[in-house]
């Protein structure tokens, strides 16, 4: 069994190597982990090999090297490069491992060795995770070189991105095995599995606006709130005023005015426009959290991608090196953000992250992982039963 | 132990659209023999050959291979299979694709590095180890592949087409392999077109029909009876008539096939009937062939040409060979007509006939 399993890994190994596109990626990686060696901070601003930009809010000033590493990291390097170049360089690389293995003249060879269909199907499989697997080993221990030696601080807890980062990668691997063996075309199965990917990318984006619409709603609720409170405070003043000056509140008609809101609202004539649009913006925000139960159902049934890269950001900074990041810390008046989008209000920003940090490891990994387990399971049924 | 390496008592396979590729097919192949599987294109050979190989998984399989079921994964261990149109990746070096497939056999890494090196050396390959398959021509891929199938050390060697894109010297060399391997009691089944190839090495055969067995044994077995003696005459002149030379050198009545008699014999391009004792004759040109194996029953009819002053140009005895065997297998015995290649679509309109 360990014999056939080598067998197969080696087999996948010089597959990969014979393309040439293993050491390609390889030194893609090596030259994105120089990249990331070439980008540093000093107290006027980032820099970039000799040359500085001056900057007042990122500076070693505010912000300290290792932070400043780790956000580069969390910023670009997993988002940007390990969850779409590298990904799509190993999509590329591994989308033929079982189209070639089914092609005419090979499978027959192949499934004629006592080696059970499942076996070898999952060894193939986990081949191409393996070599994922290389590859983000190589760029994430560069990474943590350069962390520790340009950022003076070794950070152990980046080695997690292998296994998130291979994780991920399996879902849309999964789905590209199961199009691999019902096509037989390595083409198709790296052209379906890139549309999947960009299926769930949208949805991803859909729950990600509806979300900050959401949590913008909130925001703006609670602002609105507030502001009612405000008027509240303002009209109370104003009516104690009154009553010390010993002058009855009365309607047009000469009648006096009965019950406190009304007696408030006399008072402060925002106050009814303060009160109508807390009813409004709640309404809205009871709208917009019906449209991400929605979006969340969805979500459920597809792999959840970009959670799954997310859940490195969580690891590697917290809520309060993110706050540091952000405008909250740097003066920020919510009075400017009334009329402005969701988007550009980094409160939102700060309760997206925390609201999508809410969002359970069991969550994001379980129903991702049971995804995979249902589409290999698809394809195992297919390949087991399937005449060649 | 079984003495077979082969038992199959009913193996059926219908394919999605209903195509019957195999309609029960009962095949017993003995352990050390050299076993040939033929015939017509689409007689359901391969599908056989795949079956048993775990390659398709039948609709309907009785039987053993090795004293196991067919389809026991772990049995196949044991055996040894080169299939047709066999395809190795091209990134692989001769001696990588025995030391993979060799591997998936499960046979252990120092077993297959000396192994690797002598089956290398019996098919001819050993300068072509370290090169790529890529640059490898099809009778080396043919010779390669014939390794492949022998790295575990095989009981059982299936072979489908082996001589397949072989030149001359490639396929003498073949047969010696394969008469090497039944010289180490190793059982071989070969399914081939090449009916002399199979001719010179199998020890029996089974003839392969739309999806049936049609006919196996051994040669001899399947041409019991079928034994005759082809005589020859030189045309003793412009015009002459055989026909009516050989009519009158054969004793008695001469039934023509269907009935008619020799009265009514005239000029023509060939001839087929029987004595009064049965015995068949057909007389084709110049030649006259009488079925029987006994010398004393042409004697007379040499008397008898002589006696008429014909030249005898030849006389030998004749033997069916497996081209003939298959071509009577394949001859529909109503309308002398070949039967249609490939596997019949419905049960009904396309059985067997």
Redesign the interface.
């Known amino acids: 069994m360990i014999?056939?399993t080598?067998?197969?890994l080696?087999?996948a190994y010089?597959?990969l190597?014979?393309k040439k596109l293993f050491w390609i990626t390889m030194l893609l990686n090596l030259g994105a982990v120089a990249l990331f060696a070439a980008l540093g901070i000093s107290e006027r601003g980032p820099t970039f090999l000799h040359w500085t930009f001056d900057n007042d809010l990122m500076n070693t000033r505010l912000v300290s090297k290792e932070l400043f590493y780790k956000t580069q990291f969390v910023s670009w390097g997993i988002p940007v490069w390990l969850s779409w170049v590298a990904t799509i360089l190993a999509l590329v690389s591994t989308a033929g491992l079982i189209p070639?293995l089914i092609?005419?003249?090979?499978?027959?060879?192949?499934?004629?060795?006592?080696?059970?269909r499942v076996r070898l199907l999952l060894t193939k499989y986990l081949c191409g995770l393996l070599f994922v697997t290389a590859q983000v080993f190589v760029f994430s221990l560069g990474c943590f070189l350069v962390l520790g030696i340009r950022g003076g601080s070794f950070v152990p807890e980046l080695f997690v991105a292998v296994p998130i980062v291979v994780l991920f990668f399996s879902y849309l691997f999964s789905v590209c095995v199961l199009i691999g063996l019902v096509t037989r075309s390595t083409i198709a199965a790296l052209l379906l599995t890139v549309v999947f990917w960009f299926a769930v990318f949208i949805v991803n984006l859909g729950d990600e606006i509806v979300l900050a619409q959401a949590e913008g709603a909130a925001v703006k609720a609670e602002d609105a709130q507030k502001n009612l409170e405000n008027q509240i405070t303002l009209a109370d003043r104003l009516l104690e005023q009154q009553a010390q000056s010993g002058v009855e509140l009365a309607d047009a008609d000469g009648n006096p005015i009965e019950g406190l809101d009304a007696r408030r609202e006399a008072v402060n004539i925002a106050l009814a426009s303060s009160r109508a649009r807390v009813t409004e913006r709640e309404e809205s925000a009871e709208q917009w959290q019906k449209w991400t139960d929605r979006v969340m159902l969805a979500k459920t049934i597809l792999p959840k991608t970009q959670e799954t890269i997310g859940l490195l950001s969580r690891y590697m900074l917290s809520m309060d090196d993110l706050k540091k990041m952000m405008a909250e810390d740097a003066g920020f008046d919510p009075e400017d953000m009334e009329d402005a989008p969701a988007f550009a209000d980094p409160r939102v920003a700060t309760r997206l992250e925390e609201r999508k940090r809410g969002r359970t490891v069991f969550w994001v990994i379980g129903t991702s992982v049971a995804f995979e387990v249902l589409v290999l399971g698809l394809a195992t049924v297919i390949f087991v039963?399937r005449?060649? | 132990m079984s003495d077979l390496a082969l038992d199959l008592q009913h193996v059926a396979k219908t394919y999605k659209g209903k195509v019957k590729a195999l309609r029960g097919i009962e095949m017993s192949v003995a352990r050390g023999e050299v076993f040939g599987l033929l015939g017509p294109n689409g007689a359901g050979k391969s599908t056989l050959v795949k079956i048993l190989m775990t390659v398709i998984s039948p609709s309907e399989c009785r039987g053993s291979m090795l004293g196991h079921a067919v389809g026991h994964k772990p049995t196949l261990a044991n055996v040894g299979y080169l299939p047709e149109h066999h395809r190795f990746p091209k990134y692989l070096k001769g001696a990588q694709v025995l030391d993979f497939f060799g591997a998936m056999g499960g046979v252990p890494r120092r077993e297959r590095k000396l192994r690797t090196g002598q089956l290398l050396e019996i098919v001819g390959m050993s300068e072509w180890a370290k090169k790529k398959v890529g640059g490898y021509s099809k009778g080396m891929r043919q010779r390669l592949g014939i390794a492949q199938a022998l790295m575990n050390d095989p009981k059982l060697v299936v072979l489908d087409e082996p001589t397949d894109g072989v030149d001359p010297v490639g396929r003498r060399d073949i047969r010696d392999i394969v008469a090497r391997l039944r010289d180490e009691q190793r059982t071989v089944f070969i399914n081939s077109h090449l009916l002399s190839e199979l001719e010179m090495v199998c020890d029996r055969v089974a003839i392969l029909v739309q999806g049936t067995v049609r006919s196996q044994g051994t040669i001899d077995e399947l041409t019991v009876g079928q034994d005759s003696y082809e005589i020859e005459i030189l045309p003793s002149g412009e015009g002459a008539d055989a026909l009516g030379t050989f009519r009158r050198a054969l004793p008695g009545e001469v039934n023509a096939a269907g009935g008619a008699t020799s009265a009514g014999l005239t000029k023509l391009a060939g001839f087929r009937g029987s004595l009064a004792d049965g015995t068949s004759v057909e007389i084709e040109k110049s030649t006259l062939r009488l079925g029987t194996a006994d010398p004393h029953a042409i004697e007379p009819v040499i008397d008898a040409l002589r006696a008429q002053g014909v030249t005898i140009r030849s006389l030998r005895q004749r033997r069916p060979s497996l081209e003939d065997l298959f071509m009577q297998a394949v001859t529909d015995p109503e309308t002398g007509q070949s039967l249609k290649p490939g596997a019949a679509k419905d049960a009904k309109k396309g059985a067997a006939r």
């Open positions: 014999i056939q080598w067998a197969l080696v087999d010089r597959e190597n014979a070639e092609s005419g003249g090979v499978i027959e060879t192949v499934l004629s060795k006592p080696i059970g039963r005449d060649f």
